[in-house]
């Protein structure tokens, strides 16, 4: 960014948080800047993410800054989490738009590893979250949690975060994590943040890049099904099925998407529901296109705060 002698205050913000902004791929070097924060007193945050970012990973960070903790922020496209037939190769990456944007969010350290840094060597270990993996997409993308599981034990090793910080647009993978931390008894506080959507409801996703403006628009069908969803239950509907049904017909009929899944699970522990009494989970997969869409939507018998 050039300024010119008349800088604003907003400039001279800018220009001080790009000074401030650290650059690494290299895990030693991450460790030793860490480290010397740690030695300071300071919490650490962790943000793990595949990069190309947008408003959805920014709401991580500030949340992660307003812990006051030092920000690390991870940009890394795991080949661990695709099946062969993913988009590993034509997933959008754009580094240096990213790091122009976690400067001004004011993220403390990127950290963005090649695959070579990451897995030097094949892998034989790998870190497997039960019955939380089997289902929703983990059913659907065989191997995909695994992949992410052990991505973040790997990131939670290097980093050593206080706090980690996870979106509910992965609303699985939060849980999956939250537990990998519980049962391996990991001092990591694992903090959840809302989804962040486009004023017309799309959530954000690195993928919609990928969207046709026809798709872009037949997309909204998903937010706007589940939000139908959850009015429906307020008005009393409490058959888990009927909330789905009423889900797979809006986008049947009303987009070409090809749904992969429509459920009603537990928000805690993702079981099967039919009656839904406590709070569920409604979330859904379905491709427009070579496209996969995810959304989801924690709802509650009463409107939850
Ligand atoms: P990704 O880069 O897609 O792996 O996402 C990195 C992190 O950002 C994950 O914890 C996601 O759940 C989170 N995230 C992605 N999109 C959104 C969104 N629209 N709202 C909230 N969090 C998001």
């Given amino acids: 960014m050039k300024?010119?002698?008349?800088?604003?205050?907003?400039?001279?913000?800018?220009?001080?948080?790009?000074?401030?902004?650290?650059?690494?791929?290299?895990?030693?070097?991450?460790?030793?800047?860490i480290a010397v924060e740690r030695s300071r007193g300071r919490k650490i945050a962790l943000i793990p993410t595949?990069?190309?970012?947008?408003?959805?990973?920014?709401?991580?960070?500030?949340?992660?800054?307003?812990?006051?903790?030092?920000?690390?922020?991870s940009i890394f496209v795991n080949p661990l989490q695709f099946g062969p037939n993913e988009d590993y190769s034509s997933y959008p990456r754009d580094l240096e738009q990213d790091a122009r944007l976690v400067e001004v969010a004011g993220v403390?350290?990127?950290?963005?590893?090649?695959?070579?840094?990451?897995?030097?060597?094949?892998?034989?270990?790998?870190?497997?979250?039960?019955?939380?993996?089997?289902?929703?997409?983990?059913?659907?993308r065989p191997g995909h949690f695994r992949g992410?599981?052990?991505?973040?034990?790997?990131?939670?090793?290097?980093?050593?975060?206080?706090?980690?910080?996870?979106?509910?647009k992965d609303y699985q993978q939060y849980l999956i994590i939250q537990r990998l931390v519980r049962d391996l008894s990991l001092p990591i506080e694992v903090c959840p943040v809302p989804i962040v959507r486009e004023q017309?409801?799309?959530?954000?996703s690195s993928r919609n890049v990928y969207l046709t403006s026809e798709q872009r628009q037949e997309a909204l069908i998903l937010s706007q099904s589940l939000n139908e969803a959850e009015r429906l239950l307020h008005l009393g509907e409490r058959s888990a099925r009927v909330l789905?049904?009423?889900?797979?017909e809006r986008i049947t009929n009303e987009s070409?998407?090809?749904?992969?899944?429509?459920?009603?699970?537990?928000?805690?522990?993702?079981?099967?529901?039919?009656?839904?009494?406590?709070?569920?989970?409604?979330?859904?997969?379905?491709?427009?296109?070579?496209?996969?869409?995810?959304?989801?939507?924690?709802?509650?018998?009463?409107?939850?705060?």
């Fill in 108 to 140: 403390d350290v990127l950290f963005h590893p090649t695959s070579e840094e990451m897995y030097p060597h094949p892998m034989v270990t790998y870190v497997e979250v039960g019955q939380l993996d089997t289902v929703l997409c983990g059913a659907k």
């Fill in 200 to 204: 017309d409801g799309l959530a954000l």
């Fill in 3 to 33: 300024f010119g002698p008349r800088a604003s205050n907003l400039e001279l913000r800018f220009r001080k948080v790009e000074i401030d902004l650290k650059r690494t791929s290299h895990i030693p070097e991450l460790r030793e800047i």
């Fill in 256 to 305: 070409h998407g090809v749904i992969d899944y429509v459920e009603v699970r537990d928000a805690q522990n993702l079981s099967e529901v039919n009656q839904i009494e406590s709070p569920v989970l409604l979330a859904l997969a379905v491709k427009f296109g070579s496209t996969r869409l995810i959304d989801n939507k924690v709802m509650g018998v009463e409107p939850l705060v």
């Fill in 50 to 73: 595949m990069g190309y970012l947008h408003q959805g990973h920014l709401a991580l960070v500030e949340s992660a800054k307003q812990s006051g903790a030092y920000v690390v922020l």
């Fill in 148 to 168: 992410v599981a052990t991505v973040v034990v790997k990131l939670f090793h290097i980093v050593q975060p206080d706090l980690a910080f996870f979106g509910q």
């Fill in 244 to 248: 789905e049904t009423r889900v797979r």
